[in-house]
């Protein structure tokens, strides 16, 4: 069976009922998933309980200051303790990873998104573990920022090269996966999150049978 890894994009970040859909869900499904958010809306409340205006460019909260740096890095870090301790509450058993903790994700001097150690996050898997990985990455000064969701899920991708199948709940996300997807050479699963186990056991997680993007 392929790696599959689940993005929940921000809309359905703002969905109050979210951790209970994302519980009934996992459990139907035979093998844990790595799940990826990006930071929602909490970010935007904080900056905005603060007086500034948020921006987004390409998904990514836009921080022009070191304090509205750190209000971003709060507000991801916060989404990530309530997916969590949510799915923890209803027997899920989940653990919540910032792409920047014991270098996982890191964001070289070039620009590029790099992956560092990965063997943990795939014994989490291997031990039934559902890893919840938010957007934050480190930078070579050792900043913590927010990257781009394509981004982190590309880099994530080259762990396990072309044993993966992206799951995406939203329709407007498969265009900004499109080349990545097409240069990665993997597959591609759209639709709703209630589909997700109907889509496991018709085979989209193996590899003679996965749907093609």
């Given at each position: 069976m392929r790696t599959g890894i689940l993005y929940l994009d921000d809309r359905h970040l703002e969905d109050l009922l979210l951790v209970q859909r994302l519980a009934r869900v996992l459990k139907q499904l035979p093998a844990p998933m790595v799940l990826v958010h990006g930071s929602g809306?909490?970010?935007e409340q904080l900056l905005e309980a603060e007086g500034y205006v948020p921006e987004r460019r390409n998904g990514v909260v836009v921080a022009r200051s070191d304090h509205?740096?750190?209000?971003?890095e709060r507000g991801i870090r916060e989404t990530n303790q309530r997916l969590v301790a949510g799915l923890n509450e209803l027997l899920i058993p989940a653990v919540g990873i910032?792409?920047?903790d014991r270098g996982l994700l890191r964001r070289t001097a070039t620009g590029t998104l790099q992956v560092g150690?990965?063997?943990?996050?795939v014994q989490l898997l291997r031990q039934g573990v559902w890893p919840v990985v938010s957007t934050l990455v480190a930078t070579e000064t050792e900043q913590i920022v927010e990257a781009p969701a394509a981004e982190v899920l590309e880099a994530l991708i080259s762990i396990w090269t072309s044993e993966v199948v992206i799951a995406l709940l939203s329709e407007e996300f498969r265009d900004i996966m499109h080349e990545v997807v097409k240069k990665q050479k993997v597959d591609l699963w759209v639709g709703k999150l209630e589909e997700l186990p109907e889509a496991v056991k018709q085979g989209v997680f193996q590899g003679s049978n996965a749907l093609s993007s």
């Open positions: 809306g909490r970010a509205e740096r750190t209000l971003i910032q792409g920047s150690r990965a063997a943990w996050l």
